[in-house]
C-alpha cells in the first residue's frame, strides 16, 4: 500500500513539474531563437519585440506581449556601414521589403539573402575603398554565384537598382517647381478655390516662394538652398487645394475650355510668327543698307581707269574653273568669293561671275576693288547689260513686269492671318529676274562648258576644283538629293491635281536644291533646255501648276536631267533648321543657309552665325563706317 502510495505520488510530483517548467522551457526557448534570428539579421538592440508569423498559443504562466509587425530597417543598417550612400537610397529600400500583419514575412526570401550577403561583405570605413565600387563588385559576383539556382533574370535585379540609385533624374527639381507654378495658377482659375479667400491668399503667397526660389535656374544646382523646402510646401498647399474641389465636372470642363482658348492662341501666334519672320526676312538691315551706298558714292569718285578689273583673258578660258553668282547683296556676295577663295588649292585658277542689278552694281563693283580676292579673277556685270534677255524672249521676265504678279506679291490686305500656307514663295526677291538667270547660263556664257551656280547664302569650306572631274554621265546638272524628307519630294511643290502635272512626272519623286550645282552647258545647248524652261512658264502664267518661285520649275525643267552627287558636296538647312548635325557642317564642302533665317539678319540662328562670319573682315573700313558688327 505504502509502496503504491509513493508511486503515485511520484507520478503526480512529475506532472507537476512538466506542467509547470515547460511552459518556462518553451518560452526561454522561443527567446533564444527570436534573439538568434535578431542579432544574425543586424537589428541588434534596435528590435525589443519582432513577430515570427507563426500562431503561437497563450501561455499561462507569463502574459503574452503583443506583437506589431516592424519593418526591417534596411537604411538604417546602410546609412550606418556606408557613408556615401544616399537617403533617396534609404528610403527606396526601406520600401522596398514587403510585410503583413503577422511581422516581417519577406516576399521575396531569395532577394533577402541576397542583400544579407552583401550587407555582410561591405568594409568598414575607415579601409578607405571607394563603398558604391565595391557594393556593386560584391552585387556581381554574388549574381554570378547564384546564377546555376536563381536564374539570371532575378539576380539581375539588384545590379539594376544599384545603377538607378547611382543615376538620377537630371534637374528634377526645376521641372518639378515649374510644374507646380503652373497647376498653382490653375487652382486659381477655379471656381472652388475662388470662394476660399484664405486659401487664395496662401496659394499667392507659395507662388511668389517659389518663383523667387526658381529665379532663371535651368538645373538643380542653380537652385538655393531652400528649394526644398518651398518645393515640399508647395506641394502640401496643391494638395489641400485639390481636396477644395468638390464639383469635379465643373472643373473638367473648365479645364477643356482653358486648354481649347490656350490651343487657338498657340495657332494664332504660330501664324504671325510666320508672318512675322517672312517680314523680317524681306527687310534690309540698317547696315546692309549703308554699305552699298557707301561704296556706291566712293565708286562714282574713282577715275574711270581705276575702275576697271584686271585678267580679263581668263573670262573665256574654259580649262578654269568658272563660277556664276547673282545676287543684290554686296556683303553676302563678298563672302561667297571670300569663303571659295580661301579654301582652294591654286586660286589663281578660279573665275567669278557676278552679275547684279542696276541699283547696287556700282556697289559690287567697287567692294571687290577694294577688296580683290587672292589671285582669283574677278567679273561684276550688270544685268540690263544682257540686252537680249527681255520680255520678248523670257516668258518669265513678261510675267513679273504684269501688273497680276505685282498685286500678288504688293496688295494692301495681305496679314497675318493670310491663308497662304506657303507664304515662302510670295518673297518679292522672286520679282527680281535675278533669281530667274540660273535658266539663261548657256546664253550667258556661251564659250564655256563647265559652270558651278553658287546662291549668295551659301559658305564654301573645302576646295570645290573636284566638282569639275565628276563624270555627268550625259546629264545636265550634278545636284544634291534631298528627299530623305518627305517634303523634298515633287508632290510638295507640284499641283498633282492638274493633269498636265499628274501625268508628266511621279509625285514621289526625289527632290533636290539649287544653291550649289554644276552645270554641263554643252549638254544644255543640245538638249535645248531653256525652250523647255519657256514652255513650262507658259504654261503656268496662272500659277496653277506650281506656286512662285525657282525650285518647282527646276525641277520640272531638268527632270531626268540631273546626276546626283555626293551629298557632303552641299548640305543645307542653316536657314531654318536648328539641329542639323554638326558632324555634317564640318565635313560639308559647302554648307547652305536656305530659309529665311539669314547669317547676316538678326533673325539668324546663333549657333550657325560663325561659319559664316568667320569669312567677313570686320575691320574693313566700309563695314566700320557702316556700323556692321559680328
Known sequence: MKIATMIRRKVVLCLLCASVLAPIVFYTDRLSIGSNSIVNNGFGNQVSNLGTGMEIAKLNVVKQEVTNPVKEPIGVVLADNLSNFSQDTVQKNNEAAEFNERGLILTKPVELEHKNRVLSEVPDRENGLNTEAFIEQVTQNAASKDASSLGEAKVEKRPALVQANKVPLPDLRVRQMKDQLIRARVYLDLSGTRTNAHYVKELRLRIRDVQRALGEATKDSDLPRNANDKLKTMEQTLARGKQIQEDCAGTVKKLRAMLHSAEELLHVHKKQTLFLTQLAAKTLPKGLHCLPLRLSNEYYNL???????????????????????????????????????????????????????????????????????????????????????????????????????????????????????????????????????????????????????????????????????????????????????????????????????????????????????????????????????????NLNEDRLLWKLGTLPPGLITFYNQTIAIDRWWHVLGLGYNPHVNTRDIERASVVHYNGNLKPWLEIGLPRYRGYWSMYVDYDQMFLRECNINP
Open 303 to 537: 577715275e574711270p581707269a581705276k575702275r576697271e578689273f584686271g585678267n580679263k583673258e581668263k573670262l573665256e578660258d574654259p580649262s578654269l574653273y568658272h563660277y556664276a553668282l547673282f545676287s543684290d547683296n554686296v556683303l553676302a556676295t563678298a563672302v561667297v568669293v571670300n569663303s571659295t577663295v580661301t579654301n582652294a588649292k591654286h586660286p589663281g585658277d578660279h573665275v567669278f561671275h557676278i552679275v547684279t542689278d542696276r541699283l547696287n552694281y556700282p556697289a559690287m563693283r567697287m567692294w571687290f576693288l577694294a577688296n580683290p580676292p587672292r589671285h582669283a579673277t574677278i567679273q561684276v556685270q550688270n544685268i540690263e547689260d544682257f540686252t537680249w534677255l527681255n520680255s520678248s524672249y523670257s516668258p518669265v521676265l513678261k510675267q513679273l513686269s504684269s501688273q497680276s504678279m505685282i498685286d500678288y506679291y504688293f496688295r494692301a490686305h495681305k496679314s497675318a492671318s493670310n491663308s497662304d500656307s506657303n507664304l515662302k514663295y510670295r518673297n518679292p526677291k522672286y520679282l527680281s529676274i535675278l533669281n530667274h538667270l540660273r535658266f539663261y547660263l548657256p546664253q550667258m556664257f556661251p564659250k564655256l562648258k563647265k559652270v558651278v551656280f553658287l546662291d549668295d547664302d551659301i559658305v564654301v569650306q573645302k576646295d570645290l576644283t573636284g566638282l569639275w572631274k565628276i563624270d555627268m554621265k550625259g546629264k545636265v546638272i550634278g545636284v544634291v538629293e534631298t528627299c530623305g524628307e518627305s517634303f523634298h519630294r515633287f508632290d510638295r511643290y507640284l499641283n498633282f491635281s492638274n493633269p498636265i502635272i499628274a501625268k508628266k512626272f511621279e509625285p514621289r519623286a526625289c527632290g533636290w536644291a539649287f544653291g550649289m550645282n554644276l552645270f554641263d552647258l554643252d549638254v544644255w545647248r543640245q538638249q535645248n533646255i531653256t525652250e523647255i524652261y519657256h514652255s513650262w512658264q
